[in-house]
């Protein structure tokens, strides 16, 4: 096995999305993504109905990530995939499909926590982040400052103490009839609505951490209270509504990122997960940057949610610090970052 050109296969399955990616000598050469539809017409994930489309779907994700960059699967160095955080029967047909390859090929397998791999989706594409920087993981399960020290040294700062961002983003666009998920339809309709046209009230919380459980629970009352005045508020007032929301929350998230950067004294920052395809979040970083003298790193789209290239891309690490993992290794729904 040759320790300089390594190539893996990782596959990715910890919540709704089944991918897989094929990396050779740290240039992930593709990413196939199935997305599970099925979890729309519920308004939310429904755990068991993942992790049947992830039983569907992973040979065929996997095949033709094979396929497409014409390697043998007798190229292949390692199997990486998601060990945590996740939901448990989504991230055992990951864990479990990746086993059995590695067994069949006699290959070693590399777990990768899915948070770090977020972090090391900068690495995939330049421009790269020097260490050390801080990374805002906003996604669907996490709202999270990390201290990025080295690839595989992470320190979290500051995380969610209920919800996450992405999370507070779906059950508002729920409130409103709006379909799973909804944080891409508040970002669309922000666009076009005014920012400053609503307030509603938020829990602060000390030091660097978050909650957004509050404005969760100010957005369903407001609602409860202007439909009772007007049955139709939601439809002509939507997206001075989304543009409001959106506005509230990507400020609770830069207070936060700004007074890490005081304390850190680090004025490297990047954005991962989700949510950092939000338009608004996008925006108001590229001002800041310009403002208080930041260099900001943003991945490209596809590398913001789910997908197989973070976790190939945070593979090639461990396979060059020869961090490998045992047949008996077991998913963690709870899996924290740096542990
Ligand atoms: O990282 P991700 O794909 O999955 C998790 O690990 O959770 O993030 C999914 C979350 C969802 O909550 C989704 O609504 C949110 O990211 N999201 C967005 C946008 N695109 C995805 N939220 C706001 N604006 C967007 N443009
Ligand atoms: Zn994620």
């Given at each position: 096995m040759s320790q300089l050109l390594p190539t893996i296969l990782a596959i990715e399955s910890s919540c709704d999305e089944t991918s897989a990616s094929v990396i050779r000598n740290g240039k992930v050469l593709n990413n196939v993504i199935a997305s599970q539809a099925v979890h729309q017409q519920h308004g939310g994930v429904v755990p068991e109905l993942a992790s049947r489309a992830h039983q569907q779907n992973i040979l065929q994700v996997v095949n033709d990530a094979m396929t497409q960059c014409g390697i043998?699967?007798?190229?292949?160095?390692a199997i990486a995939f998601t060990r945590g955080p996740g939901l448990m029967g989504s991230l055992l047909v990951g864990v479990s499909f990746a086993k059995g390859m590695a067994l069949a090929l006699d290959l070693p397998l590399i777990e990768v926590n899915h948070m770090e791999a977020h972090v090391l989706a900068h690495f995939i594409d330049e421009p790269r982040p020097q260490f050390p920087f801080l990374c805002l993981t906003v996604s669907g399960g996490h709202t999270q400052i990390v201290l990025v020290k080295e690839y595989l040294l992470m320190e979290v700062l500051g995380q969610t103490q209920d919800d996450a961002v992405g999370e507070a983003f779906d059950k508002a666009a729920k409130m409103m009839g709006?379909?799973?998920?909804?944080g891409p339809l508040i970002d669309k309709f922000a666009q076009l609505g005014?920012?400053?046209a609503f307030t509603f009230s938020q829990t602060s919380m000390p030091n660097l951490d978050f909650s957004f459980s509050g404005i969760k629970t100010a957005f369903l009352y407001f609602l409860r209270d202007r439909k009772k005045e007007d049955e139709n508020f939601v439809e002509k007032n939507l997206n001075d509504i989304c543009a409001s929301l959106q506005h509230h929350l990507v400020q609770m998230l830069m207070q936060k990122l700004k007074r890490a950067v005081r304390q850190t004294d680090i004025n490297q920052i990047a954005i991962a997960g989700g949510v950092a395809a939000n338009s608004g979040l996008r925006n108001t970083l590229t001002k800041t940057a310009q403002e208080l003298n930041w260099k900001i790193y943003i991945p490209e789209f596809q590398y913001c949610?789910?997908?197989?290239a973070m976790i190939a891309m945070a593979a090639h690490y461990k396979f060059l610090a020869g961090k490998f993992c045992g047949m008996d290794v077991a998913p963690i729904p709870n899996l924290g970052v740096g542990v």
């Open positions: 043998k699967k007798e190229e292949l160095n709006l379909p799973y998920p909804g005014n920012a400053n949610t789910d997908n197989a």
